[in-house]
């Protein structure tokens, strides 16, 4: 008896993406995904700089990933933070009469700093 494909490798027809939770087989999902987050990082880098617009990608979810017990509180911490450290560096520059990427990184830096000392003082005394 022949058996098909499918069948031998074990996989699932990927006919409608909403059928399957984690999209596991439709290559073009996750493909579409990945152009679209290159297509964002790429617009945040002409608009911010690189220094800025990588800060904003990474600091934030670091901070939120070490604050937050679940991944669903470290997305809405994360996405706080960031608009946050947004709003204070925007009215920094203004203040100070500086450059805008420089001043975001600043931001973004000092929150992860304190964040992280925060976390080892909490840890080191027991609460």
């Known amino acids: 008896m022949l058996t098909s494909k499918k069948e031998k490798v074990g996989r699932k027809s990927c006919e409608c993406p909403l059928e ?5 087989c ?4 996750r493909t579409g995904f ?3 987050v290159a297509a964002v990082l790429a ?3 002409m608009c ?3 220094m800025g617009a990588f800060s904003l990608v990474f ?14 509180l470290a997305l809405i911490t994360g996405s706080v933070l960031s608009v946050v450290a947004y709003a204070f560096a ?8 500086q450059p805008f990427g ?8 000092a929150m992860a700093l304190l964040v992280q000392v925060a976390t080892v003082v909490r840890r080191k005394t027991g609460r």
């Open 102 to 109: 420089p001043a975001m990184v600043f931001v973004l830096c």
């Open 26 to 29: 439709c290559w073009w999902v």
């Open 48 to 50: 911010l700089g690189a």
């Open 90 to 97: 925007f009215t920094l520059p203004i203040v100070f009469d």
């Open 59 to 72: 600091l934030p979810p670091w901070v939120a990933s070490s604050l937050s017990p679940s991944r669903r």
């Open 20 to 24: 399957q939770l984690n999209f596991s």
């Open 43 to 45: 617009l945040g880098v």
């Open 34 to 36: 990945d152009l679209l």
